[in-house]
């Protein structure tokens, strides 16, 4: 499953359609369960806009090590499109030096995979 549009880059989101798991993009409005290709109405998808203003972004620090930490980073300072792992770095160092994160070399910055936030979350999200 890609982590990302392949036609705008922003990172996917996972819905429950009616009971229909789709993948989508906020950005394009375009979600694909298995066997089916739809838009949202717009209601929902500024709903779904607004759900994931209010939430964090988690992303992952894997060290050098082999272990890896789960930090988050304010969904307003990760909306900055290519820019944001850059800024999840930033945030990654700061943490480390405020003791949130554990010391050590960050040898990369990602975001977690669908299924990985699916393991965060519980199948139907927060709330
Ligand atoms: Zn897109």
Same mark, same amino acid.
């Given at each position: 499953?890609?982590?990302a549009?392949? +036609?705008?880059?922003? &990172?996917l989101?996972?819905?429950?359609?009616?009971?229909? &798991? *789709?993948?989508?993009?906020l950005?394009?409005?375009?979600? +694909?369960?298995?066997?089916?290709? !739809?838009?949202?109405?717009?209601e929902d998808? $500024? @709903? *779904?806009?607004k759900?994931? =203003?209010?939430f964090k972004?988690? /992303? !992952?620090?894997?060290?050098?090590?082999?272990?890896?930490?789960? /930090? @988050?980073?304010?969904?307003?300072?990760s909306? $900055?499109? &290519? %820019?944001a792992?850059? !800024? @999840? =770095?930033?945030?990654?160092?700061?943490? $480390?030096?405020?003791?949130?994160?554990?010391p050590?070399?960050?040898?990369?910055? =990602?975001r977690?995979?669908?299924?990985?936030? !699916?393991?965060?979350?519980?199948? %139907?999200?927060?709330?």
């Amino acid at each position: 499953m890609p982590e990302a549009c392949d +036609r705008c880059g922003a &990172p996917l989101m996972e819905i429950d359609h009616y009971g229909e &798991p *789709l993948t989508g993009c906020l950005g394009c409005n375009i979600w +694909r369960g298995k066997q089916l290709v !739809i838009q949202l109405p717009e209601e929902d998808v $500024q @709903a *779904l806009r607004k759900l994931r =203003r209010s939430f964090k972004e988690e /992303f !992952i620090a894997e060290y050098e090590d082999g272990t890896q930490e789960v /930090f @988050a980073v304010l969904q307003s300072a990760s909306d $900055q499109g &290519p %820019g944001a792992l850059e !800024i @999840a =770095r930033i945030v990654a160092g700061e943490w $480390q030096r405020d003791g949130k994160l554990k010391p050590g070399a960050i040898m990369k910055v =990602r975001r977690p995979s669908i299924e990985e936030l !699916i393991e965060m979350y519980g199948k %139907g999200g927060r709330g």
